[in-house]
């Protein structure tokens, strides 16, 4: 998950759980108030009814019924019941309604004074009333229909305001920090087209901002810098190096060259001087191979493109690699399409692109069985166009097949043959700086396949 909708999942679930904690505190205290309000309520109807029952001497209990049924304070569904200090019933109201109770209620509403609770729908009052120094019990039960339609309607509108209101935060604050975070994602476009050839590309600064996406790029840019100077000495270093190395290295071996020419030679010091010849040849390969690798790594002396036939460099490749493995054998295919023609010529720079083909072809040679090659050379697609290498071979193992372009990897069938471990590096080198990509599989018996990939340009 991305950083931006990790940060908006938080923010909004912070508010969704601020904002539903408010309103349920809104629900209850609503709901505390209306039981409140009603209880006093109940208790001015209960007051008023034990009042004029006991103070108005002149009132008989139907009147009073009939004063209680018509009073302007009149409630939902209710009832009242007076007891005198016996429990005996002195007043009951004239509704249908009933109120469910037992003398235990009286005697603790003596203790208590007050009671107030809910029965299913109807709230129930009790007050403990005293009157000419006797004790008077008053019931009273009602149902608020107006308080509990009013508190349910209020349960309906908090509920949809939650829901409207977290799903309004939820879509506001992703696209907020979306609209933030939008110079994160064009930094990253940036910098992931970055390869080791491009160290000198610095990432524009927007000087109007100044924030820590600006910071970020600034030290970037910094550390690209810092990287491209250290790559610099590095491929300096292995240039200078090379170029040193190699004329010791071509005396030894034109002296070696010297010495076998003698005549005088016994047959096992020749063979000992010609061991000691293919060592220092293997020894120039290996000078070889580095001075090109820090080559094709700086931009600076790399060559132009031109435009090439593909299908020469293929060839020429397969004649460098003839002059140094005679008994080398390569099988070329063309597929045909309709536009394979027209696709043969490609932008490149022929010298370095025979060297990465001539080192596929060396290596069909030194991994195959009969010293063969297949080169197949077909356009899949309008935009690419596919050469194929094979040969048959003992199969790699499955791990060593990850490392195969890395630099001084050599698989385990390789310990009968001379090499340094370079060759595929450098392919893989030479194809990234043309654009082209390399892929290895294995095809079963025992075939070995390189397919290079090239990126044809767009016809307009």
Known sequence: MTLKRRLAIYVSAAFSILFGLGITLVYVSFSSFRKEEFGQRLEEKALTTVELLLNVKSIDKQMLKVIDQNSINKLYNEKTLIFDENYELLYSSIDDASIRWNRQDLVDLKKNKRFFKLDQRKETLGLFYEFEGEDYYVLIAAEDKYGNSKLQYLFYLLLVAFFVGTGVVWLSTYYIIKHLTRPLDDFQ????????????TQIPITESR???????????????????????AQREFTSNASHELRTPISRITLQLDNLLQADNLTADTRAYLRSISDNVSQLTELISSLLLLARTSDTESQPNFKKERIDEIIFSSYEHVRRQYPNFRMNFEIVESESISD?????????VLTIAISNLLKNAHQYSYDHTAMVVLEQPSSRELQITVKNEGDRLPTAETATLFQPFTRGTNARKTNGSGLGLSIVKRILDYHGATIRYSWQAPVTHQFKIIIQLPVLS
């Open 189 to 200: 476009k940036q910098i992931i087209h970055i390869s080791a050839n491009e160290l000198h």
């Open 210 to 232: 100044n924030d820590e996406i600006t910071l970020l790029t600034s030290t970037f840019n910094q550390m690209l810098a810092r990287i491209e100077k250290s790559f610099t």
């Open 343 to 351: 696709s043969l010529e490609i932008m490149a720079a022929k010298p």
